[in-house]
């Protein structure tokens, strides 16, 4: 498994991106995550989007981390915000989101972060399952889909 730095809007990403929100539309009917994502919010220092190789050079997992102070969506300063972690179909099960979860985690704290926060849905067990498993916590709802009851947040210190 080889996990390259990459815009976030690499041809790869885009491809990755586009399949993660027709997971999102199948799961939740709603056309797919509207959170807003420019570009520049996974340039480092302050953010980072990574994509998993598979040995013949297929793109096969995506994730990505932005940098988010105190705001009216309710984070806190300090926070790194955990975007679009995705594994294809056909990979999943053999730890590659585990392993991007930790490769963001520790570029996140390398760039000064305290807390990563994400948003997933009472739709996605197995997300819940990987973030609860890896140390995450309940918090407080921030984000986009603060407001919307199948939205669940989750926080660990870093």
């Known amino acids: 498994m080889n ?7 690499h041809p790869d990403a885009v491809k990755l991106n586009d399949e993660v929100q027709a997971e999102y539309h ?3 009917g709603d056309g ?17 989007y990574l994509i998993a190789y598979d040995e013949l050079g297929r793109p ?6 932005r940098s988010q102070d105190r705001n009216p969506e309710g ?13 294809i179909t ?16 520790e570029d996140a704290r390398a ?3 305290v ?6 849905g009472t739709k996605q067990p197995e997300a819940v399952a990987l973030y609860t498993s890896s140390g995450y916590e309940p918090c407080a709802k921030f984000g986009y889909y603060r407001h919307y009851a199948e939205s669940l947040c989750y926080a660990k210190r870093l």
């Open 60 to 65: 096969v997992a995506t994730g990505g981390w």
């Open 115 to 120: 807390r990563m926060v994400l948003e997933t």
């Open 3 to 9: 996990i390259r730095r990459v815009p976030f809007d």
């Open 32 to 48: 797919g995550d509207a959170t807003v994502l420019e570009p520049a919010d996974f340039d480092p220092p302050r953010g980072v």
């Open 75 to 87: 984070n806190e300063d300090g926070d790194a915000e955990l975007k679009r972690m995705f594994v």
């Open 26 to 28: 199948q799961r939740y």
């Open 111 to 113: 760039a000064g972060r």
């Open 90 to 105: 056909e990979m999943r099960g053999l730890g590659l989101a585990r392993r991007m979860l930790a490769a963001l985690e």
